[in-house]
């Protein structure tokens, strides 16, 4: 594997890895940018930890109808090292519908009512360019 670009300004030849994530960066200010939302620590196990400790988590057992629906590894580093989708994240009307469903027992339901709102739909479908094969 050769050289990785920094996954930040995406123009300069990444010489660190984030330790919370590992999306490779090139510089403290690409380091400093990056950490304005926080990351993603990728886990081994199913259980992600984000590094802010003031989000709560509903825990709720998950079943897939369509393995082939869930998502690999390299998918998840694609979202998170996009700068595209942290930029988005900034958004507090996005931050507060993303806790909503998280921390909802019913999240199908706030889901629904978040897909309805346009800053939520033009999130999900940067998310979905991103992890989507490019043709």
Do not use: W
């Amino acid at each position: 594997m050769g050289p990785r670009k920094c996954q930040v300004c995406d123009e300069a030849q990444s010489k660190y890895k984030c330790p919370t994530c590992l999306i490779p960066y090139c510089s403290l200010i690409c380091f400093k940018k990056h950490k304005e939302i926080p990351c993603v620590k990728l886990a081994s196990s199913s259980e992600a930890k984000l590094t802010s400790g003031s989000v709560s988590h509903v825990e709720r057992p998950y079943h897939v109808d369509e393995p082939s629906e869930v998502l690999q590894q390299l998918q998840f580093e694609s979202i998170a090292s996009s700068s595209e989708i942290r930029d988005a994240l900034k958004d507090e009307e996005l931050q507060k519908l993303i806790q909503n469903i998280d921390g909802s027992p019913d999240a199908g339901s706030e889901l629904d009512k978040a897909m309805e709102l346009e800053v939520f739909r033009i999130f999900t479908n940067k998310i979905l360019s991103t992890i989507s094969p490019q043709q």
